[in-house]
């Protein structure tokens, strides 16, 4: 069952600034907006990546300075789940 973490980012300029690192560190990344359930009022923009690769992602984007918001789970059912580890 193949399941994805949503990282949510502040503008659509960093989600496609951590798309990009990620990219270069070999993670897939793909930027979208976020789902309405999850970004509140007004746009909001993530990074889905596979969630085997968050951590190793999380760190590449903190090396690179780049901020990142809250992290959610996405299962294969579309159920949103925060990550708070």
């Known amino acids: 069952m193949q399941r994805y973490c949503l990282i949510m980012c502040r503008s659509l300029t960093n ?12 993670i897939t990344a793909t930027v979208r907006k976020a789902p309405q359930s999850i ?5 909001s923009y993530c990074v889905k990546i596979d969630d085997s690769r968050r951590r190793r992602a999380l ?4 090396r ?3 901020r990142t ?3 959610y789970l996405l ?6 789940r ?3 580890e």
């Open 15 to 26: 989600a496609q600034r951590s798309a990009q690192v990620l990219e270069r560190a070999g």
């Open 39 to 43: 970004s509140g009022e007004g746009c």
């Open 59 to 62: 760190a590449v984007l903190e």
């Open 64 to 66: 690179a300075s780049l």
């Open 69 to 71: 918001g809250k992290i």
């Open 75 to 80: 299962e294969a059912d579309g159920a949103l």
């Open 82 to 84: 925060e990550v708070t």
